[in-house]
């Protein structure tokens, strides 16, 4: 979804995704063969076969412009999209010659969801983002559908990141390790033949979750969910979610959203915060929530209204505390992640992504 503004083809700037292929595939896909490896791509945010379908043709391409052996390349497509949710199948089909499996997004998963159904109703409204887990109805159907669908057709269904990340206070670092162990847990059960991991620091415990479970086994491929009878209904079941939107849901969506954006205008893509590694997923979940509450003026826990006056209340509070944090050095970055967060999340339009307009118009 992003361009490349700094390389331009024909007059218009260049497609983000297929620049940074291009050029990587271009100067290492040999070398990664010749060392017993190969070019091993994640493709996210797809919403249909149709991109399934040209990625597919651009690899073809590439693997007979170096000379390579088709079906050398292989990509794990990234199911994180509630309209992706529908075409697993087609996905699969068009990749076949490259698929590694699906993979459960579960951060853009959300945030999809939200933007898609944004306009359609307050039943359509999500609580906040901490009562949003894996086990609410909509989420656990989501990735049934997918260990399935995976199974069905031979490939692999990759779990999701917990975004626990280590931490230096030996409590925090052991409740953060039982909680991740406990997500990964519930994967391996639920079929998934692997996962995601937020820090490199978590690999040996996230292994010894799926070694136990597989034993001496590579992985559970060959276990089909024939008991799993997902429906569109059950993909769509918002309305089921359990929880609340709450004054401490509003402020960590302002907090996250003011830091990350900290973080990305300052050239980092995933930042530590609040102990969670955050990504430009979940701030795009705090951002939207912000924007779908008060375009229903949601009400919350305590009977109070989300109106434009009490986010800007609660966003001058939260602001305050994040200056005390930046200091004067970081004041200039910090006034500007605080002037963006506002327009994305409380302006009329909606852009589509957080992103693209903070690239086009706030980076050189």
């Known amino acids: 979804h992003l361009t490349e503004k700094h390389i331009r083809i024909g007059g218009h700037s260049s497609s983000g995704s297929l620049t940074d292929f291009g050029l990587y595939f271009f100067h290492n896909a040999k070398e990664l063969i010749k060392r017993g490896s190969g070019p091993y791509y994640y493709l996210p945010k797809m919403e249909s076969h149709l991109e399934a379908r040209l990625w597919a043709e651009v690899f073809s391409f590439s693997e007979e412009y170096l000379g390579i052996p088709h079906g050398t390349i292989r990509a794990t497509c990234l199911i994180e999209t509630i309209m992706g ?3 697993m199948d087609e996905i699969l089909y068009e990749l076949r010659d490259y698929s590694s499996g699906l993979n459960a997004g579960r951060w853009d998963y959300i ?3 939200i933007k898609k159904f944004r306009d359609s109703g307050p039943s359509w409204v999500l609580p906040d983002r901490s009562d949003i887990t894996m086990q609410v109805p909509f989420m656990h159907a989501y990735t049934e559908l997918l260990v399935k669908t995976c199974h069905q057709r031979g490939a692999h269904a990759i779990g999701g990141m917990s975004a626990f990340i280590p931490s230096k206070d030996p409590a925090v670092n052991a409740e953060s390790e039982r909680k991740v162990r406990e997500d990964k847990t519930r ?3 639920a079929g998934f033949d ?3 991991v937020a820090h490199p620091g978590m690999v040996g415990y996230v292994r010894e979750v799926f070694d136990g479970y597989l034993k001496d ?6 276990r089909q969910r024939e008991d799993v009878n997902v429906t569109a209904k059950e993909l769509l079941d918002f309305a089921s979610t359990p929880g609340a939107i709450t004054e401490a849901g509003v402020r960590t969506n302002v907090a996250v959203g003011l830091r990350y954006l900290y973080s990305w205008l300052g050239g ?3 930042a530590a915060i609040y102990g969670l590694m955050e990504d ?3 701030a795009e979940i705090s951002r939207s929530q912000i924007w779908q509450w008060l375009r229903y003026q949601c009400e919350l826990d305590d009977g109070r209204k989300v109106t434009p006056q009490l986010v800007e209340e609660l966003f001058a509070d939260e602001y305050g505390k994040f200056l005390e944090e930046v200091g004067e050095a970081g004041k200039e970055r910090a006034e500007q992640s605080a002037r963006i967060f506002k327009e994305v999340c409380m302006q009329g339009e ?6 693209v307009p903070v690239y086009a118009n706030e980076l050189e």
């Open 111 to 113: 945030f999809s969801a």
């Open 194 to 196: 692997g996962s995601w």
């Open 217 to 222: 086994r590579p992985n559970q491929v060959d």
């Open 280 to 282: 430009a997923a979940t």
């Open 268 to 270: 980092n893509g995933a």
């Open 187 to 189: 994967e391996v059960e």
């Open 350 to 355: 909606f852009p589509t992504f957080l992103t």
């Open 85 to 87: 949710v529908f075409e």
